[in-house]
Structure formats: structure tokens, C-alpha cells
């Protein structure tokens, strides 16, 4: 008799591994330094059990972009984005949940061309996802050894940016993973362009300013060095507005300025002798 195959989702972070008779014996990103296992150990869900507790909310943010985030939220909380520009549509982060619902709400905006997704964090269920839309999913190639479900559809992009199509383009920035992303939509924020900065870029809880961190759970910061990278790396991109990885994390406008200011006031913070 053969067992039954499942998905299993980790709780704490939500990402889905192979399938497997058994939960796997433990999950490397949750034991990575820049996570933590959950307060009651280890503990697994299915796709399936997700489908009976939660929904998605699909909520328009602006002409050309909508969130889709899992309510009660689940593991890490954050909502996905998708993109729609003439070209084919991208969605930008990912989340554990997908259902009938979802797909049917994705499929009336136009499907997927692409999924792209800032770092290992948000990795989630993206199989999943670029199953039910045949869509590639991007990953940039320093943060592979991350992948906890293989699969032909993930395309790894090497190097520093990584155009896609009608201008968008995703940008390696560092920091928080080697290989972590931005993604530049220039026809965001009626033109002035947007930044889709998952928590590469953190927009922090007054909306005026970001931060970097190696871990944000842990409070890992970055070195001097590496938050100035992460500056240069967005600053030839015009952008007005910044979308972090959570609903209510956007500066609305001077975006730009803000992660400049910002990234001032970090070094000055972690510099010697400014107290
Ligand atoms: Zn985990
Ligand atoms: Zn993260």
C-alpha cells in the first residue's frame, strides 16, 4: 500500500517543501540565524488545512497593482503583489495560501507571466502558484541553496539586475540574503515609478523611513558597507514609491529620499562615538 504524499508547509515560516509521507525533520530556514523555530518547537500544516482556516484578500492599491494577503494572516504575514502592465503580469512575493478563490481573482486580472520573489523568506507555496498559472519563477541565483522545493519553473537569474518586461526589472540589493531583491516598477505611482521592496528594503512603522537588517526577528543589523550597496544598487532607478512586505508598510511618496535619509541615520546609529 502506498503512503500518502503530502506538501508539508512549515507554521513559522510558510514555506512548502517536497512531497513526503512524513513532515521533514526539520526546516533549515526557520534554523537559519536570520529565523527562529516556533515557540511550541517545530510544527507543520498542509495546503489543504490552510484552504479550511484562511482566505486571501485581493485589494486593490493602485492603477496596475493589487495586494493579496492571507487572512487571519499566516507564518510571516505578508501579502504578495501583482503587477499588471501591458506586457504580462508579475507577481512579486508570494504566500502559502492558494485556492479556488484566488485563482479565479488572479485569472480575472490577467494570469501570471512571472513570479518573482525578494529572498528565501517569502519563497512559500511558489510552486504552487506557478503550477496553477504556468508562469516561470524568478529567484536570483546567490540565494539557490535556500530552495526547499525544487522544481524546473524556478529560473535563477545571476549578477546585479535582471530586466523583465515594459521596464520592470529586478534588482539584487543584498543585505538581508545575498541574494535579496528588489523589484522597479517605473509605471508605478502614476509614472514616478515604485519600489517593491519586500523587506530588502523595510519600510518601518512611521512610513517615512526604511531599514536593513541581516535578521529583523533576531535584530541582526548590517555593516556600514552593505547598507551603502543596498543605496547604490536603487539609486539609478527613479522611484517615488515604496511597498514593503506587509499592507501597511508604503511610503506613499519621496520615497527615494527616504532611503537615503534613512540609511544615513543607520550608519550614523551603528558608527562609533555618536553617542
Ligand atoms: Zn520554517
Ligand atoms: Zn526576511
Not at 111 to 119: D, N, R, T
Request: charge should be negative; hydrophobic fraction near 40%.
Amino acid at each position: 500500500m502506498s503512503e500518502l504524499l503530502q506538501h508539508f508547509i512549515c507554521k513559522t515560516c510558510g514555506t512548502q517543501f517536497p512531497a513526503s509521507s512524513q513532515p521533514p525533520a526539520a526546516c533549515p530556514i526557520c534554523l537559519d540565524q536570520r529565523q527562529y523555530v516556533g515557540f511550541d518547537g517545530q510544527e507543520w500544516t498542509t495546503l489543504a488545512e490552510l484552504q479550511q482556516a484562511h482566505t486571501n484578500e485581493i485589494r486593490p492599491l493602485e492603477p496596475g497593482l493589487t495586494g493579496i494577503g492571507t487572512t487571519p494572516p499566516f507564518a510571516i504575514g505578508q501579502r504578495a503583489l501583482l503587477v499588471q502592465t501591458p506586457g504580462g503580469n508579475v507577481l512579486w512575493d508570494c504566500i502559502s495560501l492558494l485556492d479556488d478563490a484566488t485563482i479565479e481573482a488572479v485569472r480575472a486580472l490577467g494570469g501570471l507571466s512571472a513570479i518573482a520573489i525578494s529572498h528565501p523568506h517569502f519563497y512559500s507555496s511558489m510552486i504552487e502558484w506557478c503550477q496553477a498559472f504556468d508562469a516561470p519563477v524568478y529567484l536570483h541565483a546567490d540565494d539557490r541553496r535556500w530552495v526547499m522545493r525544487p522544481d524546473p519553473a524556478v529560473v535563477f537569474w545571476p549578477g546585479e539586475a535582471y530586466p523583465l518586461w515594459d521596464g520592470l526589472t529586478l534588482i539584487r540589493c543584498g543585505g538581508h540574503f545575498p541574494g535579496s531583491t528588489v523589484l522597479h516598477w517605473p509605471g508605478g505611482a502614476a509614472g514616478k515609478g515604485a519600489l517593491l521592496s519586500g523587506d530588502t528594503i523595510t519600510v518601518v512603522p512611521d512610513r517615512r523611513h526604511v531599514s536593513f537588517m541581516y535578521s529583523y526577528p533576531n535584530l541582526i543589523p548590517l555593516p556600514a558597507i552593505t547598507v551603502e550597496r543596498i543605496v547604490a544598487a536603487v539609486e539609478p532607478y527613479p522611484f517615488d514609491r515604496i511597498y514593503g512586505g506587509w499592507w501597511e508598510r508604503l511610503i506613499p511618496q519621496d520615497g527615494k529620499a527616504a532611503v537615503r535619509r534613512s540609511a544615513e541615520r543607520y550608519i550614523r546609529a551603528i558608527s562609533a562615538g555618536t553617542e
